[in-house]
């Protein structure tokens, strides 16, 4: 914890307080663990100065706790020695948390020049390995020293021991600084008893981070607890509770528990108003959930601290889940010569499987409390004194026209324990009385009010009381105002000005014009013969414009010619209406705008590598302006080949994200970004500060291969070895008449028509020269189709999707050719397939399926099977036939062969017949009959004649 703290503070703790304060049966000479420090400094027994305690034995109570350490954490075990795993773990937790305590087990023998190196060989250890230890038993057993650092390259010679290889960690030993060098010495990595125990004791925090701890485990954490410990199945999941009661009021600010596994899952349940023995009764105040990725002791704040009264009933519950370890709840139970001095009474802590069913931890074992800690801030003292209450809405006033409202305003209070909840205020016609209000009422956190309805009294004077309130309820003394005088004679209040011409607004882009708003005074008595109204550079002031004559009934003004006016400053309106005899209203302020000549700029950033490859990315997308900007920023680019492409930009405040795609068909190179936001002085900037251009390589290794897609959905993936070279690969549409020859001649295949989905796919090397050949290692091309709602149909076409086939445009035959292998995935709405080349695909529908089984026919008919090397076809068959099969019957009737998918009918339902039988024999020439059968179309027939 020392080294933790350093740099920034230095401390010397004592060692005396906590061994002689452990409060377990262990004595001094006894030795400690992890267990009695975490015990001592998560229950704030310590620790206290090693001035204030000296390492001298003796028992000290009372002295004053430096820290509040909330946090320790268990660095796991080595599995064997010179563990990688361990090792890394040392060392990360030196470099982030200061000094390791580890265990070893000390042999004086394993220890060379004056204790400087040490490896032990054969003494048990954390492996399990057992031996005789060269020491005498006053001289070995059990140690704990500190890890400072390591030397991956320390001599394995330097050991009285030579390890099986050099490395060694820097340890600090407790035997003063005459031992080792000035105390400190090296243990090799190799050492078989090194790491038997490890933690670190870390983020120590300022006794003031909070005022009460809950708790009942005083010794900690000796057992940890499963759901097979109460009779249950073995589980990664168990809750934990324990029920409190507040010693006074405050608020429940954090929970304090031990994690048993690594990235132990949690939530945190907190309910006030709690009846005993039901941790999950009264009200749910609080729940979070996170991760711990350490096990040891943590502390989580709470999201909402919760308020709790004295005397109130509150439970902590939390819900924990190991990853694996199956018993993930620490408790404090007694052990005979170790913790026997725990205690435990019913109705403080429970533990259940589910949440749901709970049992007292007593019922179980006796004098055990689950370890559960609640850390609380108590507020015993009043928030501080309002120091005025003005008369009025802005400056102090004297006199009111009004019979109906009152207004008043008063300076903040604070309270450093619990914060202001509210404001409290009253109207009467003295100090300290409250009729006209009725007693206190609650204005929010709001330092100003206006009480309207009121029944008024012309020569009376009106005073405002003001009491502020903090988060437990504790109020001020009572602050009143100096009276104000109801006068009808006086115009009534001008019930607001607003900045601008329209709705209030907080910035001005001139520099030498201002212009304002505001609602009209009254004076039921008589007229309104003037308003008039002032500008200044503070509320209420004439820096700019002395009172100037407005007339009766203007309620707005645009002034020009004004000196040349401050970019970032502000400037107010002040505004006060006369009447028929020469009174004036109080005056009425704006709340201000502010000179902004400057127009937004950008600085972007892209995020992810650079030059950009193909595919999603975003960039940082950071705002320069005085002031809040009107709308959100646009961001675009335009690409090397001059497409024009618009980002989504999300965000706020000065900080956005745009984010886009880069498609394959734009070219590599640079590409430019455009820029526009509007301020709400309504300057429109362009200009981007830095990162106005960058990169894009669209370029794909033809040797380790890569994916190239579209936002459409539209892909290829470029297998391992597919090209010797670097390929710049494309997906782009094609003009419809590029494909109408096809289309027109494409009988047994119909095109979507609601949306183009033919899609030409090429691919260049660096010279520019066409690569479309992958006959050696083939691409596997996806199309995707659009289905917006899922319910199984193309949009627009309204074509069922299981129709849908790859085809490619075999433009020598000018038709549509079915591809073989085609994989559906109805989930991403795409087809795939692997392909030997580039060419133009399309998605499309199989005619067949609009025929039933009419379509069928044979071919060649008759069939030369000496000359038609790719036997018998038949055809016609609708893709999505469900369980096809074709049965081919000679002239007697004989069933001579039956083709299934897979066996001799392809992913297209296109039947392949050799001649021959199942045997492999060929078939006799003459004529057969071939029934196809389905379990969707019924059944089809027809007639062929082979040749052998």
Known sequence: MESNLLPGETWDFSENNMAMNSGFDWTINDGGNTTLSSAYLARWGG???????????????????????????????????????????????????????????????????????????????????????????????????????????????????????????????????????????????????????????????????????????????????GNSDAGGADSTTEWMSNIFTASGPGFIKAAGFYTTDINAGYTIYVYTGVTAGSPRTGTLAYTGSGTMAMSGYHTVTLGTPVAVSAGQRFSVVVRLTNPSYLFPVAVEKPIAGFSSLATASAGQSYFSSNGTVWSDMTSLWSNTNVCLKAYAYTDSTPPAAIAAVNDGSGADISKTGSASELSANWTASSDAESGIASYLYAIGTAVNDTSVTGGWLDNGLSLTVTKTGLSLTDGQTYYFGVQAKNGVGLTSAPKWSNGQVVDISFPTDIPYVLDGMGADTDYVSSLDSLSANWGASSFPAGTIDHYYYAIGTTPGGQQTLAWTDLGPAVYSVTKTGLPPL????????????????????????????????????????????????????????????????????????????????????????????????????????????????????????????????????????????????????????????????????????????????????????????????????????????????????????????????????????????????????????????????????????????????????????????????????????????RKVSAGLVIAGIPVDAVSPAVYIYNEAGELVRTLLPGDGIDGLNTAHWDGKTKGGAKAASGLYIYLVRTSNYGKGSGKFFIVW
């Open 47 to 225: 620790p206290v100065s090693q001035a204030d305690d000296p390492n001298d034995g003796v028992l000290r109570t009372g002295l004053t706790v430096r820290k509040h350490t909330q946090e320790m954490a268990w660095l796991p075990q080595p599995a064997v020695v010179n563990e990688t795993a361990f090792k890394d773990n040392v060392k990360a937790a030196i470099t982030t948390y200061g000094a390791v305590y580890t265990s070893i087990y000390s042999d004086v023998n394993a220890f060379k020049n004056n204790y400087t190196s040490y490896y032990n060989t054969h003494c048990t250890g954390p492996y399990g390995a057992g031996g005789t230890c060269t020491c005498t038993a006053a001289s070995c057993g059990g140690h704990a020293i500190a890890l400072v650092g390591w030397n991956d390259a320390y001599a394995a010679s330097n050991f009285a021991t030579i390890p099986p290889g050099p490395g060694a960690f820097i340890a600090r030993n407790s035997w003063g600084t005459g031992v080792g060098e000035a105390g400190y010495f090296y243990i090799s990595y190799w050492d078989t008893s090194l790491g038997g125990d490890n933690a670190v004791f870390y983020a120590p925090q300022a006794v003031s981070n909070y005022t009460d701890v809950y708790d009942y485990d005083k010794l900690g954490f000796t057992y940890d607890l």
């Open 566 to 865: 401050t970019p970032g400053q502000a400037y107010y309106f002040s505004v006060k209406a006369q009447n028929n005899m020469g009174n004036y209203s109080n005056t009425a302020v704006s709340d201000g705008q502010t000179v902004d000549i400057s127009s937004p700029t950008a600085s972007i950033a892209v995020n992810g590598p650079v030059p950009v490859p193909n595919g999603a990315f975003s960039v940082d997308l950071t705002v320069t302006e005085a002031g809040a900007l009107a709308s959100v920023p646009s961001l675009s680019f335009t690409a090397p080949d001059g497409s024009l492409v618009p980002l989504t930009v999300t965000g706020g405040g000065n900080d956005w994200v745009a984010s886009g795609f880069i498609e394959s068909y734009y070219s590599t190179g640079t590409a430019t970004f455009h820029f526009s936001a509007q301020d709400g002085a309504g300057n429109t900037g362009s200009v981007i500060n830095s990162g106005g251009t960058f990169l894009m390589d669209q370029s794909v290794s033809g040797i380790t291969g890569g994916t190239v897609r579209n936002s459409d959905g539209d892909s290829v993936v470029i297998p391992a070895g597919a090209s010797g070279s670097t390929l710049y690969v494309t997906i782009s549409t094609l003009p419809v008449s590029r494909e109408a020859a096809a289309d027109a001649s494409s009988y047994d295949s119909i095109k979507i028509r609601s949306v183009d989905l033919s899609r030409e796919f090429k691919a260049h090397n660096a010279a520019g020269a066409p690569i479309t050949d992958f006959s050696l290692h083939p691409v596997t091309i996806t199309l995707a189709y659009p289905d917006a709602n899922n319910d199984g149909r193309i949009d627009g076409d309204f074509i069922k999707e299981d129709l849908a086939w790859l085809y490619y445009m075999d433009e020598a035959a000018g038709k549509w050719t079915p591809l073989p292998g085609v994989v559906r995935h109805p989930a991403g709405n795409t087809l795939s397939a692997e392909v030997p080349h580039f060419s133009v695909y399309s998605v499309r529908v199989s005619a067949a399926s609009d025929q039933g089984l009419a379509g069928l026919k044979a071919y060649p008919n008759p069939c030369d099977l």
